[in-house]
Structures are given as C-alpha cells and as structure tokens.
C-alpha cells in the first residue's frame, strides 16, 4: 500500500463509518513498534503502523477506525481518550479495534514426535497418523501436544 492508497483509504473509511470527511494527513510510521497507529492532537496528522497490513485489510482498517475514533471526538471537542464515554461509544459504533493487534504473528501448531527415530514434527493442522510417517525414516507418528508459538 503506498502512501497515497492509504491517505485515500483513510479519507473513505471516513466518510463511510463516520459520515465526516478526514481533512487531514495519514502516514506511515515505521518507527511505531507495537501500536497500530497514533492521533497527533497538535497537527491532526494520523500515523500507521505499516506491519498491521500483514494482518489483512479487515483488521488495518480496524485500526483506521480507532484513530479516526481520536480524530473526530477531539477535533469536535468531545472525550477523545481511551477512558472517555464518547470514545468507548463512538468505536463501538464503528466497529474499530480496540486493542492493535501484535506484529509478531502467533501461530499455533500441532506436535508429533517420530517413535522410531523421536524427530519431533510441527504441523498447522492435526493429521491423519495412520497415513502420514516420519518425513526422515517414514517412522509412525505420534501426537504430543498443542502449542502456540510466537514468531
Ligand atoms: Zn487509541
Ligand atoms: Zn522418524
């Protein structure tokens, strides 16, 4: 997504979820590292996180949501921050996220270990141990446990 894809989104969700225009700047900011976006209350500008599009469309414009949530609510002098009623009302209303999604992806996976040769193997999915062996020695599979992991 270029920077001019986004200052367009940002300006539509607006219109379409707020019914007011977005008469300012939306920019990436790599330097935000575990939020999702921020509301200037200087400039009005709105940046984003660039690593919350590997969440999908759905969950960036999301983020769109909360920060316009700031950006309309200050802008017409109304409670603007996360505690106020009018912010808890107005991101309800649009649906936007209440929390910025992590950027390290957690994946969660399935173990087995080989009885013949105890290569212990991760898959997304369960499978079928009576059709799928050891990838090393064609050994028999068999299920150890579940885990989410971090990556
Ligand atoms: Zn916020
Ligand atoms: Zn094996």
Same mark, same amino acid.
């Given at each position: 997504m270029t920077q001019e894809e986004l200052q367009a989104l940002v300006e539509q969700v607006s219109l379409d979820?707020? *019914? @007011?225009?977005?008469r300012h700047r939306a920019v990436f900011n790599a330097?935000? @590292?575990?939020?999702g976006g921020r509301y200037h209350l200087n400039d009005h500008h709105l940046d984003f996180n660039p690593a919350m599009l590997q969440h999908g469309q759905e969950v960036f414009v999301g983020i769109i949501k909360h920060e316009l949530c700031h950006y309309h609510l200050h802008l017409e002098g @109304? *409670?603007?921050?996360? @505690?106020?009623a009018d912010f808890k009302a107005l991101l309800a209303k649009t649906g936007g996220s209440r929390f910025a999604p992590s950027v390290t992806k957690k994946v969660t996976v399935q173990r087995y270990q080989c009885q013949n040769c105890n290569t212990v193997v991760e898959r997304r999915r369960k499978i079928n141990t009576n059709r799928y062996g050891c990838g090393n020695c064609r050994g028999k599979l068999l299920w150890i446990d579940t885990r989410t992991l971090v990556r």
């Open positions: 979820s707020f *019914g @007011k225009a977005f330097r935000l @590292k575990t939020t @109304k *409670g603007y921050q996360h @505690k106020d």
